[in-house]
């Protein structure tokens, strides 16, 4: 599966963006996809996960501000975040889970959120 992250730009603190994932094929067959982040000189981690029955976690930091979300229908896997801060500043990539570990990922999208 090829898959496409879209959405990022620049925000200010306190306001929103909605990135998008689009898997070129169905991602039914995926249990886990998830939303990771890299920011400058730090390792990528992971920001949030939706499973196949739409079980959802989130890393601390984006606790109530961020919501994952999925659409089969549409091969689309969605991360709104709220309430953006600058530390929420990165390269977002999405990826695609083989039995627990990413097997694909997006080619990222740059967040910016600016003070």
């Known amino acids: 599966v090829q898959l496409q992250a879209s959405g990022g730009g620049l925000a200010q603190a306190g306001g929103s963006l909605r990135l998008s994932c689009a898997a070129s094929r169905s991602i039914r067959g995926f249990p886990t996809i998830g939303w990771y982040r890299q920011a400058p000189g730090k390792q990528r981690e992971l920001v949030a996960a939706i499973r196949s029955d739409d079980s959802t976690n989130y890393a601390d930091s984006v606790k109530g501000r961020f919501t994952i979300s999925r659409d089969n229908a549409k091969n689309m896997v969605y991360l709104q975040m709220n309430s953006l801060k600058p530390e929420d500043t990165g390269v977002y990539y999405c990826?695609?889970?083989?039995?627990?570990?990413?097997?694909?990922w997006g080619q990222g999208t740059q967040v910016t959120v600016s003070s």
């Open positions: 990826a695609a889970y083989l039995r627990s570990a990413p097997a694909a």
